[in-house]
T-cell receptor
């Protein structure tokens, strides 16, 4: 199992550019989420999905779009990048782990800088 | 609104001592709470969780206590080791699969 993978690891964008952060999981988890983490801060939920074809907004959804066409993939799209979106982005997936715990697994993160 | 917050932003503990990290939550309807550990440059890692029908749950060297009366959560780490140095987050499931994180506590273990 690769777990949760994210690409790219690093990205620099100019203001106004768009891009897609990729996230994939091979654990057959139904639930996937995107968070952003600013320096010295906690994680804030951007969007989440409870299954293919179903997405919902989190705490800070503005400026981001998501889709969930398959169980495995949950891409995050920045429509028009702004310096305020400079952050580390984490993707997570979760499901009942061995029937014992509802454990959320995180990817390694994508460090995004918008200039 | 929904929020999860921590009392202490930083905590320094002598190696071998017990650590206690506290967390307050505001949504009394939340029924599932999780503690995560985040090491520098990595994503958060699940430590332990607890449902609202319990007030205590133990894992390996860690114990989570839940006090629903005062909406307080704590993480106890026994015999703290240098490898425990990290930022610890409490998180709260406010609705179906919507997990909200608190701001984090940085734990530093003094050898």
């Amino acid at each position: 199992n690769a777990g949760v993978t994210q690409t790219p690891k690093f990205q620099v964008l100019k203001t106004g550019q768009s891009m897609t952060l990729q996230c994939a999981q091979d654990m057959n988890h139904e639930y996937m989420s995107w968070y952003r983490q600013d320096p010295g801060m906690g994680l804030r939920l951007i969007h989440y999905s409870v299954g293919a074809g179903i997405t919902d907004q989190g705490e800070v959804p503005n400026g981001y779009n998501v889709s969930r066409s398959t169980t495995e993939d949950f891409p995050l799209r920045l429509l028009s990048a702004a310096p305020s979106q400079t952050s580390v982005y984490f993707c997570a997936s979760s499901g009942w782990d061995r029937g014992a715990s509802y454990e959320q697994y995180f990817g390694p993160g994508t460090r995004l800088t918008v200039t | 609104g929904e929020s999860v917050g921590l009392h202490l932003p930083t905590l320094s503990v002598q190696e071998g001592d017990n650590s206690i990290i506290n967390c307050a939550y505001s949504n009394s309807a939340s029924d599932y709470f999780i503690w995560y550990k985040q090491e520098s440059g990595k994503g958060p890692q699940f430590i332990i969780d607890i449902r609202s029908n319990m007030d205590k749950r133990q894992g390996q060297r860690v114990t989570v206590l839940l006090n629903k009366t005062v909406k307080h959560l704590s993480l106890q780490i026994a015999a703290t080791q240098p490898g425990d140095s990290a930022v610890y987050f409490c998180a709260e499931e406010t609705s179906y699969d919507k997990v909200i994180f608190g701001p984090g506590t940085s734990l530093s273990v003094i050898p």
